[in-house]
């Protein structure tokens, strides 16, 4: 009796994994009653990412695994890369925008999920925060970068822009260049003084630093651009842009 519902359970938890195209699922622990029943006490299940489309009744907006209920912030972030698989791009909420009009608060987007650690540490180091958490990293597109950084410039509160590339990058980092350019150029003159800290190194770096520098250097913004010699120096950088950030808090307020 016990090894018949043992293999009812097994029987369904391959039909759960075979029609809902999961990559794993998993039953801890399958536990037996004194009354000699089996239950699933607890049940995992994580779904192929690529295959949500076809299953609008699970209801999971995000293709990736989420730890809370997306925001709007969350969605617009995955809808770049839902519909453009070009490269990487995760975007993700770090702090409801109420607490981000308190200050203290910066715009963040990295390059490489480890690189993108460094610069959040350097940051916390003296003492700033990070409103968001952006990675775009894979060779993305020039467009893909462009949304990412218009939509962590939209977050009301924010106190500056930090681009942290803390890696010698094999990607054609001049695709990065244009979209962060592109961005910039109309997100700047909005707000005159706006702290801007741009790490990026790595392949074309030549070519991508003229074109950050050309581009963004009649810009009434407090922008500051740094390259390879910057790349291994996380606590300079993340000084930088507190100093730039205090400049800018003293200039709003005066």
Not at 61 to 67: C, P, T, Y
Not at 186 to 203: M, Q, S, Y
Not at 212 to 240: C, M, N, Q, S, T
């Amino acid at each position: 009796k016990v090894l018949r519902q043992v293999g009812d359970a097994i029987h369904k938890l391959y039909k759960v994994f075979h029609e809902t195209d999961c990559r794993t699922v998993e039953i801890n622990p399958l536990v037996l009653t004194k009354g000699g029943k089996v239950y699933a006490a607890d049940c995992r299940m994580a779904v192929d990412d690529q295959a949500l489309f076809r299953h609008p009744e699970l209801g999971i907006k995000i293709g990736r695994e989420f730890l809370k209920e997306p925001s709007e912030f969350d969605l617009i972030g995955w809808s770049f890369e839902e519909t453009d698989f070009r490269g990487t791009s995760y975007v993700a909420q770090m702090a409801p925008p109420e607490e981000v009009k308190k200050g203290g608060y910066v715009g963040y987007h990295g390059i490489g999920g480890g690189a993108a650690m460094l610069g959040m540490d350097a940051l916390n180091k003296v003492g700033l925060k990070v409103a968001d958490y952006a990675d775009t990293s894979g060779n993305p597109t020039a467009s893909k970068v462009y949304r990412v950084i218009k939509l962590i410039m939209a977050q009301p509160g924010i106190e500056g822009y930090f681009l942290a590339g803390f890696m010698m990058a094999n990607q054609e980092q001049w695709h990065h260049a244009h979209g962060i350019v592109k961005a910039l150029r109309e997100e700047i003159p909005k707000r005159p003084g706006f702290p801007v800290v741009v790490l990026l190194c790595g392949n074309k770096e030549k070519e991508s630093q003229e074109i950050l520098k050309e581009g963004l250097g009649d810009l009434p913004g407090r922008i500051e651009i740094y390259d390879r010699e910057h790349v291994y120096d996380a606590k300079f950088v993340g000084e930088r842009m507190k100093a730039l950030v205090d400049e800018y808090r003293k200039e709003i307020s005066a």
